[in-house]
């Protein structure tokens, strides 16, 4: 820290208790009270230095009609206090003091507030600290934040001089302008003082957040103030944002404890004081996306629930998690109930909320996205590097596969009503889920938590799934699940029995192309360049046996499944009304099954003939014998 020295004389001032005496030999023959302390000295050091005090002085000498006898002052308004006077008490005696930032502003307003000008004696206080200001502290950045810090105990004199305001707009250039190019002491990352480029430590480069530490020690009208006059200035928006969020994070306790958990706890503050400030926060952030991450607005929207910010403030968060609902976590969403008429563990009408301002925003980009193709105009590149209503389902993929975790995750609570569950799963569109894997797990926990549900709210949630966007293994578990209403069973059954023909009608498919080719390639045509001819053929027989071999695997466990089916219909199946009762779910599925097969055989295509899966199999296999013996013969 700069500093400037005054005076020669040492010693010349001793304290007792609370009073300070002038030890320069002379008995004192004036008392000047400030605040709770008291000040003995003599009239013409201060007289020669001080308007003020010569006024006061003189008014004093001319009410007792004495010039000469101890007089007594009082001055209860002096800037700083008895701090500020006993700075300016040492220079008018030529004291030796130091002149710096942490106390220059108290000798500036106190030297106002007492006239002590150039009129009254050359090179006085108000000069010399004027100079100071200028040519020293407002050019160091460290300086000029700790005078700034200073005016907060001194206003408004310090405000009247206008001191805030040039300290306000040297921080603000400095954080605007690269310090490289500058001889500005900073910190560096590591912690190292870095002076005109040279380190006097560790060596380390320094970032575009390396003010955040620094300014987030000024008060929030300061702050706020500073950060008013960097934007006018054509800072950018994400530095001011990321200011922001560093000041939330280190005076908000909640985001101090999420964020940093060895941060140093901050001061105890009122429920309102942490209140208002999160409120200030909220509306002083870009209202931008990526301007602020997804965690931390989360993290925020936590706060101000348990806080119970203005209504205001929680819709302006929720928005603002909308515009980046991609970019969230399933961590991020699992926001505790914190309203007493609420019953649910988790907050879902609030990520409900979240859900459509995304949805909203996406559909607005659509139509966006619409507009500009039929104008022939080509999509404007954003600041995430995304073209602003680009067709692509990345972001709502993501977001449907978040909000089916979130289901899950929500899932077992007994409290959550059903058509909540349900209103919150149909929210996502159905082009936003390529699969509906997560979606058929959330379900099955939701009914696993729920077992007192009816057979009609158990199809009633079953409809918010496409039986035919399984997975295979997705199937395979639902095709078990007792859970499942009889119907649902049926249907995954079916539509995997589907996909199974699918795959083996492809397989044939494949085998038809491949003895083309083969056929080709024994003939007039040479083997194709690069290395083709009969390894190629061996490597696509050898795939083409390995799924071979998974279709008859597959074939075989159903037809034993369906033939223990039918086992156990026979054994059962001697009464009607006592079947109904007794047979399992499962077995229901039988007769069902073979209905809808039967109609699915019916409007396939005319004059084809209906093999069964083991037939097919069968021909596969025999295609595959003759294709060896071709080549055995060629050989």
């Known amino acids: 820290m700069a500093c400037k020295k005054f ?8 304290r007792q208790g609370q009073a300070w005496f002038c030890t320069t030999g002379l008995p004192s023959d004036i008392t000047i009270e400030v605040g709770e302390m008291s000040f003995h000295l003599h ?4 007289l020669s230095k001080s308007r003020v005090l010569e006024k006061l002085i003189t008014e ?12 007594s002052i009082n001055l209860p308004d002096v800037p700083g206090g008895s701090r500020s006077f006993e700075l300016v008490a040492k220079f008018c005696y030529g004291a030796k003091i130091e002149m710096n930032a942490s106390n220059v502003v108290f000798l500036r307003c106190a030297a106002e507030y007492l ?14 600290t004027e100079a100071f200001l200028n040519q020293v502290v407002l050019r160091n950045w460290k300086d000029s934040l700790k005078a700034l810090q200073t005016c907060e105990d001194l206003l408004p004199h310090a405000e009247d001089l206008d001191i805030v305001k040039r300290c306000i707009d040297s921080l603000a250039v400095k954080a605007c302008t690269d310090p490289k190019l500058h001889g500005w002491p900073i910190q560096s990352p590591d912690g190292s003082v870095l002076w005109n480029g040279i380190s006097t430590g560790a060596i380390s480069t320094s970032r575009s957040d390396w003010w955040y530490e620094d300014v987030s020690s000024l008060r929030l009208s300061t702050f706020k103030r500073l950060m008013a006059v960097m934007v006018s200035l054509g800072i950018r928006t994400q530095l001011i944002a990321g200011s922001l969020s560093h000041y939330a994070k280190k005076y908000i306790h909640g985001l101090q404890k999420r964020h940093n958990p060895k941060a140093a706890p901050a001061a105890p503050a009122a429920e309102e004081e942490q209140r208002d400030l999160l409120e200030e926060i909220e509306s002083l952030l870009p209202f931008q996306k990526g301007m602020a991450s997804t965690k931390f607005l989360c993290g925020v929207l936590r706060t101000a629930l348990i806080l119970r910010a203005r209504p205001a403030c929680l819709s302006n968060l929720e928005r603002r998690i909308g515009m980046q609902l991609d970019q969230a976590t399933l961590e991020d969403l699992l926001m505790p109930t914190f309203s007493y008429s609420m019953e649910t563990l988790y907050d879902v009408d609030c990520v409900q909320r979240i859900l459509e301002h995304f949805l909203a925003l996406d559909q607005a980009a659509a139509v966006t996205a619409a507009a500009a193709a039929a104008a ?11 073209f602003i209503g680009s067709p692509s389902l990345t972001p709502i993929t993501a977001v449907a596969k978040l909000i089916d975790g979130y289901l899950a ?18 929210a996502v569109p159905e082009y936003a889920r390529p699969l509906d894997d997560g979606l058929y797990r959330a379900i099955d926990v939701y009914l696993k938590g729920h077992p007192w549900l009816t057979e009609a709210e158990r199809e009633q949630l079953c409809r918010l799934m496409d039986c035919q966007k399984l997975s295979l293994e997705a199937c395979s578990h639902a095709a078990q699940n007792e859970r499942l209403p009889l119907r649902v069973v049926v249907q995954v059954l079916f539509f995997e029995q589907l996909q199974l023909r699918s795959s083996i009608a492809g397989c044939f498919l494949v085998s038809d192309n491949l003895d083309g080719s083969r056929t080709l390639r024994s003939g007039t045509m040479a083997p194709c360049e690069g290395g083709g001819g009969w390894t190629g053929t061996v490597r696509e027989n050898q795939v083409l ?48 099954f073979k209905s809808q097969m039967c109609s699915a055989r019916e409007n396939s295509v005319s004059g084809e003939h209906h093999r069964s899966s083991a037939e097919k199999v069968e021909s596969l296999q025999a295609k595959v014998a003759k294709h060896k013996r071709n080549k055995s013969a060629n050989e």
Not at 43 to 46: D, I, N
């Open 376 to 386: 022939g105009a080509s999509p404007v590149l954003a600041d995430d590097e995304h």
């Open 409 to 426: 995750e929500v899932a077992p609570d007994v409290n959550l009503k059903l058509p909540k569950f349900e209103s919150l799963a149909a």
């Open 115 to 128: 006239q002590m000008n150039e009129e009254v004696a050359e090179g006085n206080l108000i000069s010399q």
């Open 43 to 46: 009239k013409f050091p201060l």
């Open 545 to 592: 046996k390995v799924g071979m071999d998974h279709m008859r695997l597959r074939v075989s466990e159903l037809e034993k499944e369906c033939s223990s089916m039918r086992q156990q219909i026979e054994k059962l199946g001697q009464g009607k009304n006592g079947w109904r009762r007794s047979v399992p779910k499962k077995l229901g599925f039988s007769f069902a």
């Open 60 to 71: 004093q000498q001319s009410v007792g009609g004495e010039e000469e006898g101890e007089c």
């Open 7 to 14: 005076g020669s004389k040492s010693d010349a001032f001793q």
